[in-house]
């Protein structure tokens, strides 16, 4: 897992190195658009082509009888009951190639926030980093010691969360960095990226112990401790910024894949 | 064609709105001219003749420009000043005399400030009540604000804070409002304290509530109130809650509202928290924002939680004009304090604050201020910009005449933003300082209604009920001529007004003579000095007539004496006058003349006796702008 993990990680590094010298939403176009283009292929190859355009003749046929005999209810009606049906079969033939598409987009999208959806830290802005335990922690036990990279203020002690079986320390970036959390739990060695100051980059989310949490988590490697379950640093979300309009990576990567599929469905030969 | 001419349209219109845009602020008739005039509440007179050395720009201000003192206004209470120095006109003309006035039928107090009007019309589905018409909050002062009557004359003016100024009044100008402005509860200012203290036995303190909590496993969940739901037929209480959990051992614990977490240290002070109180869950919500002080971990937890802000950025109720201006304030300055008087003096008078957490609170919101203070002054272009100061009051009230090192910080910090505004200011515009009031010691407590019972003026149902029960819990009207509530205040129980009012109106001036006279001879049983300054009387002292909610008589204290916290609240305690042991140890409810207020200026003052009345026509003067109706001052100049 984590091999196929840190693989993915590096093709999009390598990715969004190549556009680094440009601002976040052109690699985010350009990854979009070969994602919306990729889809359309994946759609084509795997849907039933010949019945979706019978299907969306259905649909059309169903539509213009609404519109031309608009003042007669019981064609209207029936031809409400025809788009309806036809929709239904639309969305049970568009099923499959989803089914399809459902694991390489998930997988895309979850490796892809690292890069889009958290900010580095805000030097100056205090940050929490939490340490979840594993069952049996003793929470009046001495806890573990953090050793932050310089330009990482650790500040004051931490706290030990009997209820959630969880530990908390508060943190003060000072400059702009790149580094590592190092914490000592029983004699091992735990290590945490961590990203601040202003410029956006790949900033990795929480680090986790289960091969199942990290099919979610997939930015570092598993924690290599038995004590630990997760650690998590509170990163501000980042949005992307054009022309003045800040959204949410996610819409931009839809709205251009999308855009992307629907300027060359034609040219692929493609019934979406 | 018709693709290019549209085009060509749009850019000539686009360029029509940007070049108008451009030059809108040139086409005011306040070209060239500017006056910034800061509003220091309570700057006293003799405490800056005392320490001119330590405030440099305040010392050049007067040495280059001028120093007066400034007259106030009967009585000399903030919100009844600064509606004066809002409308131009005395207390008989803007009808605000108090913080708190009386409903003259039941005599029970209320905010003078502002009134709530509910919905007309409301549509109920299940347990909710939808409003088909708008409520509204609106102010009770009369007269029109300087600044509106600039804005009629396009002339620009930003308004900070200005007191008693809630809502915001409706006109073109920016404008946020100050004293006055209620927490998202709708009180003037409500903390919560929360403890698992055993040995704390209160379950009442000033301006707050004290909430005792569980602790299950190093957890307490603390129920953090927000505003009642005027959507449910109930009006339930909205809540949110606060999860601090406690470490084992160290004083430090974790805060968690929304699943988002904080560490503070003991003694520590949180960072505002954003709340959402629901009101029809998932659909509307009411947003505020508090801070939290982390005063102890162990052995018990005790957590102060200060009122619930309105939050700047979605504001609930009407705090600025335009209904964006405290949305951009916020989106340059952060969030900031919204309630009307944010100092903690409330848990410092309980005794649940320190001197030292009571100021390491007080200068939080000092700070905020400068922040947002130095943002409005790089922004001052033209026309006018006043910005309001709460902290040398505040300070005063609690430092005065015994921890003057510390007021003078205050003072200090105050001073420093002087300076700032001097070097914006220049030689080409005009800079006016002004206090309210100024500050005396408050050394003895003056119970007045239990004055007026002793003199034969106010009886109760049973002579031995005696104490500090509040709203004249037993007082019998039947048999009393005469109660005070408010500050300053004294009331005729008068037939026809006071509900089973007992004086005629024929015999109500021989009724206020006589008690007059009595509190001139009042002394004070444990030294012999004279109580009472100065007595007036509303007809005779005001200009102004609109009188609905005046006292019949005013009492001007001595220096050193000042009306009871249980007299605001019409309590009847035992002895007549007694030490004040409280925290709060400076005031200024007392005759108007030995309280002055300051006013300095980087130009000389003509006026011999400048009154706060004369600051809005000194004002609308500068930019050429006549007095309105109603306003009866002079320019100081």
């Given amino acids: ?272 | 064609m018709s693709v290019s001419l549209s085009r060509r349209s749009l850019t000539v219109a686009a360029l029509i709105v940007l070049i108008g845009a451009g030059c809108s602020r040139q086409t005011t008739r306040a070209a060239g001219k500017k006056m910034i005039v800061l509003g220091i509440d309570g700057m006293d007179p003799q405490f800056l003749e005392a320490h001119w050395s330590s405030l440099p720009n305040l010392n050049r201000l007067r040495t280059e420009g001028d120093f007066k003192r400034l007259g106030t206004t009967i009585p000399p209470q903030s919100p009844v000043a600064w509606a004066t120095v809002t409308t131009g006109m005395d207390p008989g003309g803007h009808g605000l005399f108090d913080f708190v006035h009386r409903n003259p039928t039941t005599r029970m107090p209320m905010t003078s400030m502002s009134e709530v009007t509910e919905p007309a019309r409301t549509l109920t589905i299940g347990p909710y009540v939808l409003p088909l018409s708008s409520g509204t909050v609106k102010q009770t002062r009369a007269g029109r604000a300087f600044w509106q009557i600039l804005g009629d004359h396009h002339i620009p003016a930003t308004m900070i804070r200005m007191p008693a100024n809630f809502p915001a009044v409706e006109c073109e100008q920016q404008s946020l409002s100050g004293m006055g402005t209620p927490d998202l509860r709708g009180t003037s200012r409500t903390y919560m304290y929360f403890t698992h203290d055993p040995e704390e036995k209160r379950t009442t303190i000033s301006a707050g509530e004290m909430v005792k909590v569980d602790v299950q496993r190093g957890r307490a969940i603390l129920k953090i109130l927000g505003p009642p739901n005027t959507l449910r037929k109930d009006r339930a209480t909205t809540s949110i809650d606060l999860t601090v959990d406690m470490d084992p051992t160290e004083n430090v614990a974790r805060l968690t509202l929304d699943g988002a977490h904080t560490v503070l240290r003991q003694g520590e002070w949180s960072d505002w928290f954003h709340a959402s109180f629901p009101l029809i869950k998932g659909l509307k919500s009411a947003a505020g924002i508090f801070r939290v002080y982390l005063q102890q971990v162990h052995p018990y937890l005790r957590v102060y939680v200060s009122p619930i802000n309105i939050d700047p950025a979605e504001p609930a109720l009407p705090i600025s004009t335009p209904s964006t201006f405290s949305r951009a304030l916020a989106d340059s300055v952060g969030p900031f304090y919204t309630e009307g008087i944010a100092e903690e003096t409330g848990a410092y008078r309980a005794g649940l604050f320190s001197k030292d957490e009571f100021l390491s609170q007080s200068k939080k919101i000092l700070s905020d201020s400068l922040r947002m203070f130095r943002h409005e002054l790089a922004e001052f272009q033209d026309g006018l910009l006043f910005y309001y100061f709460s902290s040398v009051d505040q300070n005063a009230h609690m430092l005065w005449g015994k921890y003057d090192d510390d007021l003078l910080e205050i003072y200090k910090a105050v001073d420093a933003a002087i300076g700032e505004a001097m070097q914006k200011a220049g030689n080409d515009t005009k800079l006016v300082v002004l206090s309210d009031h100024g500050f005396a010691r408050f050394d003895r407590a003056v119970h007045l209604n239990t004055f007026l019972m002793k003199q034969g003026f106010l009886a109760l149902d049973d002579p031995t009920k005696v104490g500090d029960d509040e709203l004249f819990a037993h007082v019998d009207w039947g048999r009393t001529v005469a109660y005070a509530v408010g500050l300053n205040a004294i009331y005729i129980n008068q037939e026809g007004r006071e509900d089973g009012g007992i004086v005629p109106a024929v015999d109500k001036q021989a009724i206020l003579e006589k008690i007059a006279a009595r509190l001139k001879e009042f002394k004070d049983p444990a030294n012999g000095a004279n109580v009472v300054d100065t007595v007036y009387f509303p007809e005779t002292s005001f200009r102004g007539r609109n009188l609905k909610y005046s006292p019949d008589l005013f009492v001007g204290f001595s220096r050193g004496y000042r009306a009871s916290w249980q007299t605001a609240l019409g309590a009847v305690p035992r002895d007549t006058v007694e030490d004040n042991t409280q925290a709060w140890r400076g005031d200024h409810c007392m005759a108007s003349h030995l309280v002055p207020g300051v006013l300095l200026s980087n130009r000389k003052i003509a006026a011999g006796e400048p009154q706060l009345y004369d600051i809005p026509t000194t004002i609308l003067n500068e930019f050429g702008v006549q007095n309105a109706s109603g306003m009866i001052g002079k320019s100081v100049f």
């Fill in chain 1, 1 to 272: 897992m984590d091999l196929f993990n840190s693989a993915i990680d590096g093709l999009l590094k390598l990715f969004f190195g190549a556009f680094s010298w440009a601002p976040p939403l052109l690699g985010l176009a350009v990854l979009s658009a070969l994602a919306g283009v990729a889809m359309l292929w994946v759609f084509g190859k795997t849907s039933n082509q010949a019945r979706m355009k019978q299907v969306k003749k259905k649909v059309y046929a169903s539509l213009l009888e609404l519109r031309v005999f608009a003042d007669e209810p019981a064609v209207t009606w029936r031809a409400q009951k025809s788009l309806f049906a036809a929709n239904l079969r639309y969305m049970g033939l568009a099923l499959k190639p989803a089914l399809w598409m459902i694991v390489p987009m998930g997988v895309l999208i979850l490796h892809m926030e690292s890069f889009y959806a958290r900010a580095p830290l805000a030097v100056g802005r205090e940050a929490i980093v939490t340490m979840s335990m594993a069952p049996g922690w003793d929470a009046r036990a001495a806890a573990p010691s953090l050793t932050a990279p310089g330009g990482i203020e650790v500040a004051g002690p931490p706290v030990r969360v009997e209820a959630e079986r969880e530990i908390s320390w508060r943190i003060v970036p000072r400059a702009d960095i790149s580094g590592q959390l190092v914490f000592r739990v029983g004699g091992q060695e735990i290590a945490k990226r961590i990203e601040a100051g202003s410029r956006q980059r790949f900033v990795p989310g929480k680090s986790v112990r289960s091969m199942l949490a990290a099919l979610w988590d997939p930015s570092e490697p598993r924690i290599a401790s038995d004590a630990v379950e997760w650690i998590d640093i509170t990163c501000p979300e980042a949005s992307v910024d054009a022309l003045g309009v800040r959204l949410n990576w996610l819409v931009w990567f839809f709205g251009i894949s999308v855009i992307a599929a629907l300027l060359l469905k034609k040219r692929m030969g493609v019934v979406i």
